[in-house]
């Protein structure tokens, strides 16, 4: 018995001492935006006395959702090396059609984001096909899309106008929230399901006589992750409104729509083909055509996944703003979600990310531009601080990948 707990003991010593090492080696993953989200939290947690509440907290996450729900429509096209500059108002263009179905021609919501999101995979397939089959590049083409989409929405919207939705259903997603049973319902469900996973993910490795993660490292891992999510949601679910006039309490709708579009893109990521041949494209796209990967096929659905989601983040717009304007997906909403996949480790290079790292980072951005609104910093000084965190980030991930070359 002895003999195993210091197996296990060294075995973990070995783990901590290999994962140094790739440290040391610039392959750092997602650590830099952990610890940046960690210490800024800290910052402001310090420097304003509202940052660290559960009013705020939860402003925060509904905040942050569509530039999050964007990010992670980028990642595959980020994996691939490639850019999408036309997602913000891809966005803007799909929730403009959903709010025009809904209260101009009276169509039910789910039909109507139904036929968003189609509008969002037709605009996408029109992309990945100019620059997988064409061969224009990314670039040029998501540049004339983002001018072309900016163009539409003010067809569609009208200068200075703006479209109003007043349904039920789509306001709910950014302003209402789960009751707390439901909220702690969510919790035990998403858990348990995750520690199974685990669990069958590290048996079935083992059996197939595969290198398997050390399950007393998995234990640790899972259980601090368990604790932090518990923690989250017995914050959202105390009182944060003015009773007895206004109750507030409950994880917001939009947490468990995001945590869906997470487990969903990272099962196609991680346990399916067309996920493998993503990431061996976005590492050499000529090595994965020799390999008989249809390349053209993968450059084109990416782009697809890319703006169906954005069509998923221009009604989460719609719900926040109860309406659509012309600057929908416009200004920073872009950058700010190019910047959340790179903060987040997403490779700008292709071939290396996740897509919890469009989270990560896009946690990240929104701590930054909520913290420093509350010290009431300025737009000018947000944008700098910004800027300054995504180009540290591309910068680690430079350093990371030519250290990796030279290896």
Same mark, same amino acid.
């Given at each position: 018995?002895?003999?195993?707990?210091?197996?296990?003991?060294e075995?973990?010593?070995?783990?901590?001492?290999?994962?140094?090492?790739?440290v040391k080696?610039g392959d750092?993953?997602?650590?830099?935006?952990?610890?940046?989200?960690?210490?800024?939290?800290?910052?402001? $947690?310090?420097?304003?006395?509202?940052?660290?509440?559960?009013?705020?907290?939860?402003?925060?996450?509904?905040?942050?959702?569509?530039?999050?729900?964007?990010? =992670?429509?980028?990642?595959?096209?980020?994996?691939?090396?490639?850019?999408?500059?036309?997602?913000g108002?891809?966005?803007?263009?799909?929730g403009?059609?959903?709010?025009?179905l809904? !209260?101009?021609?009276?169509?039910?919501?789910?039909?109507?984001?139904?036929?968003?999101?189609?509008? #969002?995979?037709?605009?996408?397939?029109?992309? /990945? $096909?100019?620059?997988?089959?064409?061969?224009?590049?990314?670039?040029?083409? $998501?540049?004339?899309?983002?001018?072309?989409?900016?163009?539409?929405l003010?067809?569609?919207?009208?200068?200075?106008?703006?479209?109003?939705?007043?349904?039920?259903?789509?306001?709910?997603?950014?302003?209402?929230?789960?009751?707390p049973?439901?909220?702690?319902?969510?919790?035990?469900?998403?858990?348990?399901?995750?520690?199974?996973?685990?669990?069958?993910?590290?048996?079935? *490795?083992?059996?197939?006589?595969?290198?398997?993660?050390?399950?007393?490292?998995?234990?640790?891992?899972?259980?601090?992750?368990?604790l932090?999510?518990? #923690?989250?949601?017995?914050?959202?679910?105390?009182?944060?409104?003015?009773?007895?006039?206004?109750?507030?309490?409950?994880?917001?709708?939009?947490?468990?729509?995001?945590?869906?579009?997470?487990?969903a /893109? $990272?099962f196609?990521?991680?346990?399916?083909?067309?996920g493998?041949?993503?990431?061996?494209?976005?590492g050499?796209?000529?090595?994965?055509r020799?390999?008989?990967?249809?390349?053209?096929?993968? *450059? !084109?659905?990416?782009?697809?996944?890319?703006?169906?989601?954005?069509?998923?983040?221009? =009604?989460?717009?719609?719900?926040?703003?109860?309406?659509?304007s012309?600057?929908t /997906?416009?200004?920073?909403?872009?950058?700010?979600?190019v910047?959340?996949a790179?903060?987040?480790?997403?490779?700008?290079?292709?071939?290396?990310g996740? =897509?919890?790292?469009?989270?990560?980072?896009?946690?990240?951005?929104?701590?930054?531009?909520?913290?420093? #609104?509350?010290?009431?910093?300025?737009?000018?000084?947000?944008?700098?601080?910004?800027?300054?965190?995504?180009?540290?980030?591309a910068?680690?991930?430079?350093?990371?990948?030519?250290?990796?070359?030279?290896?």
């Amino acid at each position: 018995m002895s003999n195993d707990v210091i197996v296990e003991k060294e075995s973990l010593g070995t783990v901590a001492h290999n994962y140094w090492s790739k440290v040391k080696a610039g392959d750092i993953g997602s650590l830099p935006a952990v610890l940046g989200l960690v210490s800024l939290a800290a910052i402001f $947690t310090f420097m304003s006395e509202y940052f660290f509440t559960n009013r705020n907290f939860a402003n925060l996450l509904t905040q942050a959702a569509p530039v999050i729900v964007i990010a =992670m429509g980028l990642v595959f096209v980020l994996l691939l090396g490639e850019i999408d500059l036309s997602a913000g108002y891809a966005s803007g263009v799909t929730g403009a059609v959903l709010v025009l179905l809904i !209260t101009n021609h009276d169509f039910p919501w789910y039909a109507a984001l139904a036929i968003s999101v189609g509008v #969002g995979a037709l605009l996408g397939f029109l992309m /990945g $096909t100019l620059v997988s089959r064409i061969g224009i590049p990314s670039f040029v083409v $998501t540049l004339s899309a983002f001018l072309a989409f900016q163009g539409i929405l003010l067809l569609l919207a009208g200068e200075g106008g703006t479209i109003p939705i007043d349904n039920k259903v789509i306001l709910a997603v950014e302003n209402s929230n789960l009751t707390p049973i439901q909220g702690w319902i969510l919790y035990c469900v998403a858990s348990a399901v995750y520690v199974l996973l685990g669990l069958n993910r590290i048996n079935s *490795r083992r059996r197939a006589g595969l290198k398997a993660e050390l399950l007393n490292l998995w234990i640790l891992k899972t259980g601090g992750l368990l604790l932090i999510t518990g #923690g989250a949601v017995f914050a959202l679910n105390q009182e944060r409104g003015n009773p007895p006039i206004i109750s507030t309490r409950g994880i917001p709708i939009v947490v468990p729509i995001i945590l869906l579009i997470l487990v969903a /893109g $990272t099962f196609l990521l991680g346990s399916t083909a067309f996920g493998r041949h993503l990431y061996a494209v976005g590492g050499n796209a000529e090595a994965a055509r020799r390999a008989g990967i249809n390349v053209k096929r993968v *450059r !084109t659905v990416a782009f697809i996944l890319c703006s169906s989601l954005a069509a998923i983040a221009g =009604m989460l717009f719609a719900s926040r703003m109860n309406s659509i304007s012309p600057s929908t /997906g416009g200004s920073s909403t872009l950058l700010y979600a190019v910047g959340a996949a790179v903060i987040g480790g997403v490779s700008l290079f292709g071939g290396k990310g996740k =897509m919890r790292d469009a989270i990560l980072g896009g946690l990240v951005v929104a701590v930054i531009d909520n913290g420093m #609104g509350l010290l009431g910093y300025g737009a000018g000084i947000q944008f700098l601080v910004t800027g300054a965190v995504l180009l540290v980030s591309a910068s680690v991930d430079a350093i990371s990948r030519r250290g990796n070359i030279s290896s």
